[in-house]
């Protein structure tokens, strides 16, 4: 499937035999896989053996799916699946997986996100709450922007009574290199209008089974 931007998407079995989308530019790869194959030679690697032959096409690949989202926008996600509901409670999505990638370092951050908002008219389909959060993790990232982020285009979009975002997540650069913190957690969370209240908030944070005080 040909993208606006020249990208294309294209479906590719996984040694499990699964399948996944991915979505790449021929030309944008060519000029990563170049770039790579420098790098792999500066770090003293030998590029012309077995192992590594193909390693730069697909690291480009694999770079490329891993930065998807600056292609998404998630506002026009939610927008277009807004629906008119009187519902007035708290609604959450919790445990949303998280991928990214820290800007610092650009080795991999994961964990789980959980999202709530209180609907002022509006709701949206609980999937896209994920789309969202995937389209902003998909990207070079901090985890406190990340957060935000996911705030901000709930609350523009939706325009709900409250949002709250609270984000756990375990930082590779951490673990891997310099502190060797294996197993700490970093958590993140922001909350607009309702959620700034101390007992919606603690509602929210009992429901999403979080140690957060
Ligand atoms: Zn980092």
């Known amino acids: 499937m040909e993208l606006k931007n020249g990208s294309h998407e294209e479906y590719v079995t996984d040694i499990n ?5 991915e979505r790449f530019n021929p030309e ?24 590594l032959k193909d390693s730069p096409v ?17 506002e026009e996600m939610l927008r277009s699946a807004k629906f008119k509901e009187d519902y007035r409670e708290m609604v959450i999505v919790k445990d949303i997986e998280i991928y990214s990638m820290c800007e610092h370092h650009m080795i991999p951050f994961v964990g789980k996100a959980h999202v709530g908002y209180i609907p ?19 990207r070079l990232q901090v985890q406190e922007r990340l957060t935000t982020q996911i705030k901000e285009c709930i609350q523009n979009t939706l325009d709900p009574l409250g949002v ?3 984000i756990e997540a375990k930082h590779l650069c951490m673990a ?9 957690v970093t958590t993140t969370s922001d909350f607009t209008g309702a959620f700034k209240r101390n007992e919606t908030r603690a509602e929210f944070i009992h429901l999403i089974g979080s140690d957060l005080g």
């Not at 035999?17 to 989308?21: A, K, L, Q, S, V």
């Not at 891997?176 to 700490?184: F, L, P, T």
Request: charged content about 25%; hydrophobic content about 40%; overall charge positive.
């Open 176 to 184: 891997m290199r310099g502190v060797q913190k294996q197993n700490s």
């Open 17 to 21: 035999g699964y399948e996944r989308m």
């Open 164 to 166: 709250a975002v609270v």
């Open 28 to 51: 944008t790869i060519e000029k990563l896989a170049e770039h790579y194959q420098a790098i792999l030679q500066l770090i003293g690697e030998n590029t012309e053996r077995e192992g």
């Open 120 to 138: 002022n008219g509006y709701i949206t389909g609980l999937s896209k709450i994920a789309r969202v959060v995937d389209a902003y993790a998909r």
């Open 58 to 74: 697909r690291v480009a690949k694999a770079m490329q799916f891993l930065t998807h989202g600056y292609d998404l926008n998630p």
